[in-house]
T-cell receptor, first 113, second 115 residues
């Protein structure tokens, strides 16, 4: 079945540091890949997505590239801010997996001054 | 345009009681999804509904859990005879149509605590 594996947190960084959160997946067919962000006490918000191999999703300075050969979708940001502190979820949607998202366990990011 | 609404935001129940969680999708959205987030885990799919129909309930526990999305009114996730293991955050999402290119918009969640 479909599955998503992402690095465990928490990840603690200083402001302006470079961020990488690793995500790999297993899926039937050709999945679409997503990063969602959850701020404290709130629901999930879509951060970015990519629907086919080699696509790059980007938003608010975050980027992730769909790598079919390594089945990965790592999230990166060149310079994090305190306001980026949140939990980040990698997710996939595959046509063979039903009309639902399959999520990783989430990675908590803490950015300090 | 209001987002996905869920209520209550927090719900406390004693073992054996019933829990009813409500979800109002975004305006114009006829597809609703329920996910559960257990402590220290990611979100797990429970059920997918369209108006008046359950399309996929492969993630729902076989007993005590039910869901509906009536023609009028919110979608309801109902948990009968709650147990401590039901304590979790329950998220509802909605989309205008089905498929990967139709973003699922999430509500703020209902945090259920079973004493």
């Amino acid at each position: 079945g479909d599955s998503v594996t992402q690095m465990e947190g928490p990840v603690t960084l200083s402001e302006e540091a470079f961020l990488t959160i690793n995500c790999t997946y297993t899926a039937t067919g050709y999945p679409s890949l997503f990063w969602y962000v959850q701020y404290p006490g709130e629901g999930l918000q879509l951060l970015l997505k990519a629907t086919k191999a080699d696509d790059k999703g980007s938003n608010k300075g975050f980027e992730a590239t769909y790598r079919k050969e390594t089945t990965s979708f790592h999230l990166e940001k060149g310079s994090v801010q305190v306001s980026d502190s949140a939990v980040y979820f990698c997710a996939l949607f595959s046509t063979g997996g039903g009309n639902k998202l399959t999520f990783g366990t989430g990675t908590q990011l803490k950015v300090e001054l | 345009n209001a987002g996905v609404m869920q209520n209550p935001r927090h719900l406390v129940r004693r073992r054996g009681q019933e829990a009813r969680l409500r979800c109002s999708p975004m305006k114009g959205h006829s597809h609703v999804y329920w996910y559960r987030q257990l402590p220290e885990e990611g979100l797990k799919f429970m059920v997918y509904l369209q108006k008046e129909n359950i399309i996929d309930e492969s993630g729902m526990p076989k007993e005590r859990f039910s869901a509906e999305f009536p023609k009028e009114g919110p979608s309801i996730l109902r948990i009968q005879q709650v147990v401590r293991g039901d304590s979790a955050a329950y998220f509802c999402a909605s989309s205008p149509t089905a498929g990967a290119n139709n973003e699922q918009f999430f509500g703020p969640g209902t945090r259920l605590t079973v004493l």
